[in-house]
């Protein structure tokens, strides 16, 4: 199960400062493109920011999903904070649902949400064993 965690026209914006990761948008994209060959489920999330003064602010040009992010997912889920564990539907019940017990996540700011979804991952849910993927890191 793939978790693609904010790949957003706001993270352009220059006020993010320079970005490490330049490969990262093409990088997601094949890997989707992978798991889709494969018939395995990706589940897209977006950060929807209250405030309007954030390049992810929800009724702004930046809070776009980038053109690498394509298809229809199997969930999508909007959230306002650094976990997509709090986000709307909630991913853990459709985990549980679905019984997946792996995931897979990626994103263009590994230290922010990816990082916290990771953390937050086995706290959800015991058995649930997260993993970050690296070239999109």
Same mark, same amino acid.
């Not at 040009?61 to 976990?83: C, F, I, Q, W, Y």
């Not at 058995?127 to 999109?136: D, G, I, T």
């Given at each position: 199960?793939?978790?693609? #965690?904010?790949?957003?026209? %706001?993270? $352009?914006?220059?006020?993010?400062?320079?970005?490490?990761?330049?490969?990262?948008?093409?990088? #997601?994209?094949?890997?989707?493109?992978?798991?889709?060959?494969? %018939?395995?489920?990706?589940?897209?999330?977006?950060?929807?920011?209250? +405030?309007?003064?954030?390049?992810?602010?929800?009724?702004?040009? %930046?809070?776009?999903?980038?053109?690498?992010?394509?298809?229809?997912?199997?969930?999508?889920?909007?959230?306002?904070?650094? +976990?997509?564990?709090?986000?709307?539907? $909630?991913?853990?019940?459709?985990?549980?649902?679905?019984?997946?017990?792996?995931?897979? #996540?990626? %994103?263009?700011?590994?230290?922010?949400?990816?990082?916290?979804?990771?953390?937050?991952?086995?706290?959800?849910?015991?058995?649930?064993?997260?993993?970050?993927? +690296?070239? +999109?890191?």
């Amino acid at each position: 199960m793939l978790i693609v #965690i904010d790949v957003q026209r %706001g993270f $352009d914006d220059p006020s993010w400062g320079r970005r490490n990761n330049p490969q990262c948008e093409k990088n #997601i994209g094949e890997l989707m493109d992978q798991w889709r060959t494969l %018939g395995w489920p990706i589940v897209f999330v977006r950060h929807d920011s209250l +405030s309007p003064d954030s390049p992810l602010f929800a009724a702004g040009p %930046g809070n776009a999903l980038k053109l690498e992010v394509r298809g229809e997912p199997d969930l999508m889920v909007a959230k306002h904070t650094n +976990s997509a564990f709090y986000g709307t539907p $909630d991913l853990h019940q459709w985990l549980t649902e679905h019984k997946h017990d792996a995931v897979t #996540i990626c %994103g263009i700011t590994t230290n922010h949400c990816c990082e916290t979804t990771a953390r937050m991952a086995p706290a959800c849910q015991a058995e649930l064993r997260p993993a970050v993927h +690296s070239k +999109s890191a």
